[in-house]
Each structure stands twice: as structure tokens, then as C-alpha cells.
Nanobody, 120 residues
Framework: QVQLVESGGGLVQPGGSLRLSCAAS????????MGWYRQVPGKPRELVAT???????NYADSVKGRFTISRDNAKNTVYLQMNSLKPEDTAVYYC??????????????WGQGTQVTVSS
């Protein structure tokens, strides 16, 4: 079993910043790509940013220049620094990880989600 535990969500004013963290634990052999997705009610989950084990990153156009994804491979943790937040960034943010388990199974895991609300 592998668990992804997110933290760092909350309420922030427009123009403010938040930093999300997601720590993976359990029967992990190695983690490939990690990423952040977000979802608002009535809409499909959308990609925010991803990062490979080698550090290559990919961002949604809507967050480029404002959000930065990073990871600490030693801690199996991925971060999302969110600056210049806008009301349209309000969503539940989900962490994702592609894990090769100790049993040598490739499994895609999701965190439980953390709410980010941008409002004055």
C-alpha cells in the first residue's frame, strides 16, 4: 500500500501565495512522475503541473509563470508553490504519483485532496 498525504491548502486573498506539499509513503520502490491536478464541482479534473524523477516539468497554460512544482526525491515529496493566486484558481487540489511498488507493480496513486480558496 502507498499513501499520499497532502497539506498546505486554505483560504487566501487574490494576489496571495500558498505552498502545497504531498508526501508519499508505504511500499515504494521508486516514484516516477509526480503531479498536481485540480477540480471544481461540475468540471473534470485538470492537470496543473507535473514533474519527472529527473526534474523535467510541465505546466498548464493557466498557471505558467505563477506556479512552480518541485520535488524532494529523498523524501518522496512533491511541492506546488502558488503565487499571484486568482479566484479562478479556487479548487480542490489533488496530488498524483506514478509508483513502482516493492512488489514491482506500476500503480497510479491519488491523494485525498486539499481545498484552495482564493477570495477577498
Amino acid at each position: 500500500q502507498v499513501q499520499l498525504v497532502e497539506s498546505g491548502g486554505g483560504l487566501v486573498q487574490p494576489g496571495g501565495s500558498l505552498r502545497l506539499s504531498c508526501a508519499a509513503s508505504g511500499s515504494i520502490f521508486v516514484i516516477d512522475a509526480m503531479g498536481w491536478y485540480r477540480q471544481v464541482p461540475g468540471k473534470p479534473r485538470e492537470l496543473v503541473a507535473t514533474i519527472t524523477s529527473g526534474g523535467s516539468t510541465n505546466y498548464a497554460d493557466s498557471v505558467k509563470g505563477r506556479f512552480t512544482i518541485s520535488r524532494d526525491n529523498a523524501k518522496n515529496t512533491v511541492y506546488l508553490q502558488m503565487n499571484s493566486l486568482k479566484p479562478e484558481d479556487t479548487a480542490v487540489y489533488y496530488c498524483n504519483a506514478g509508483v513502482l511498488t516493492i512488489a514491482h507493480r506500476n500503480i497510479n496513486y491519488w491523494g485525498q485532496g486539499t481545498q484552495v480558496t482564493v477570495s477577498s
